[in-house]
């Protein structure tokens, strides 16, 4: 993404922390097939345990939106941080950091 996609997924993703569901909504959707593909690549491409990964990605991002100022770090490191903290939960078979029963916000088909 460049300059202009950075600065719309940081506002994005502010919005979204002010409790914009539209927003985030958008903000998914430009970022989650990179995300999913990210996190398939590092499970050697298990498809159910990565839509579950990214879920909780995206479940974590949401809670924790309103927390989010571009000038500590962009959308981009905000998101890798996240992945990387997702994947060891998962590796460690622990649950999600911010596991949301019934709430599903992936949907990946084989």
């Known amino acids: ?3 202009a996609a950075t600065s719309r997924a940081d506002g994005l993703l502010v919005a979204a922390g002010r409790g914009d569901v539209e927003a985030f909504g958008e903000f998914y959707d430009e970022t989650a097939p990179s ?3 990210l996190v398939q690549a590092a499970l050697g491409g298990r498809v159910e345990d990565s839509a579950a990964v990214t879920e909780a990605v995206y479940v ?3 809670r924790t939106s ?3 100022d571009p000038s500590d ?3 981009c490191a905000l998101l890798l941080r996240t992945i990387r903290r997702e994947l060891v939960r998962h590796r460690d078979g622990r649950p999600p950091s911010a ?3 019934g709430t599903h916000f992936l949907t990946v088909s084989p």
């Open 35 to 37: 995300v999913f593909e």
């Open 99 to 101: 596991s949301a029963p």
């Open 1 to 3: 993404m460049g300059t």
């Open 60 to 62: 974590h991002t949401w």
């Open 66 to 68: 309103s927390r989010f």
């Open 73 to 75: 770090g962009s959308w």
